[in-house]
């Protein structure tokens, strides 16, 4: 069966109408946990069995513990959030530490809690029924994945945040067709050296990022973009595109569904 991804959130960062990254996929997984999260109602939220974590930062992991105290308690089982061996152990001692928030990994009982990390390596895919979620390796200013989703139909690749990475795009050679290709675009040519400091695209890196990849095919779109730069962002890409005669990658929009 096809799969679909809901775009809970895609901004870079907040500001009126705009969340930070978190897809829904089907409606059981969650990838990433930013704070498009909040749209989904208790119910929605309820449903949510697993959480992957792309990397610690806070745009990426603050409904983790908004969720477990929202539903925990009526939920039957705990909510099993994934990520790397580091970005559960931030997780735990940064969130899950009596201090910012109760942890959850031992509420209500060490046996029973109302979430279990469990770290995944990059290249192993974890398996949901037909569907399966694997790490892909990215290069960020923390360890940090992206992450590629089979509907068993179907591929998407997310690649979470990342700076320039010959890895990634080794690793996506080897999963043969996509059917959706998402991908950051975080600052405007003019903050480049920003960009290059925190392990973040912009258009120009970008587009040699993409000449790595044989995307015929595929629809590629773009996230993560700070507030404000969109318009920016978005004219210097088809800038590029012209010049380079390349295609030009759409912006993801939140609450819209890719099906793959
Ligand atoms: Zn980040
Ligand atoms: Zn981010």
């Known amino acids: 069966m096809a799969s679909r991804l809901r775009i809970l959130g895609c901004s870079g960062g907040i500001g009126k109408g705009l969340r930070t990254t978190s897809f829904l996929f089907d409606d059981d ?3 990433d946990a930013g704070t498009g999260v909040g749209d989904l109602t208790v119910n929605q939220l309820r449903k949510v069995d697993r959480i992957f974590l792309t990397h610690s930062h806070l745009d990426h992991i603050c409904s983790v513990g908004f969720i477990a105290d929202a539903v925990g308690a009526s939920r039957r089982r705990p909510i099993t959030v994934y990520g790397l061996p580091e970005t559960l152990e931030a997780v735990e001692r940064h969130i899950f530490n009596n201090v910012i928030w109760p942890d959850f990994t031992r509420i209500p009982t060490r046996e029973n809690p109302f979430v279990v990390l469990h770290p995944i390596h990059v290249g192993e895919p974890v398996r949901i029924g037909a569907r399966s979620v694997t790490a892909l390796p990215v290069s960020h200013s923390v360890p940090a994945v992206g992450y590629a989703l089979d509907s068993g139909e179907g591929k998407l690749v997310y690649t979470g945040d990342m700076g320039p990475s010959d890895e990634l795009w080794k690793a996506i050679r080897t999963l043969g067709p996509l059917h959706h290709l998402i991908i950051e675009a975080s600052f405007e040519n003019a903050d480049r050296r920003l ?6 695209l912009c258009p120009d890196t970008l587009v040699a990022e993409l000449s790595k990849f044989e995307h015929r095919e595929v629809e590629i779109w773009t996230m993560h973009q700070k507030p404000g730069t969109n318009a920016e962002i978005r004219s210097e890409l088809e800038r590029l595109g012209n010049l380079l005669k390349c ?6 929009i939140r609450d819209t569904t890719l099906v793959f």
């Not at 960009?195 to 973040?200: N, T």
């Not at 295609?247 to 993801?252: N, S, T, V, W």
């Open 29 to 31: 997984t969650l990838i």
């Open 195 to 200: 960009a290059d400091l925190s392990g973040h």
């Open 247 to 252: 295609a030009i990658p759409r912006d993801l």
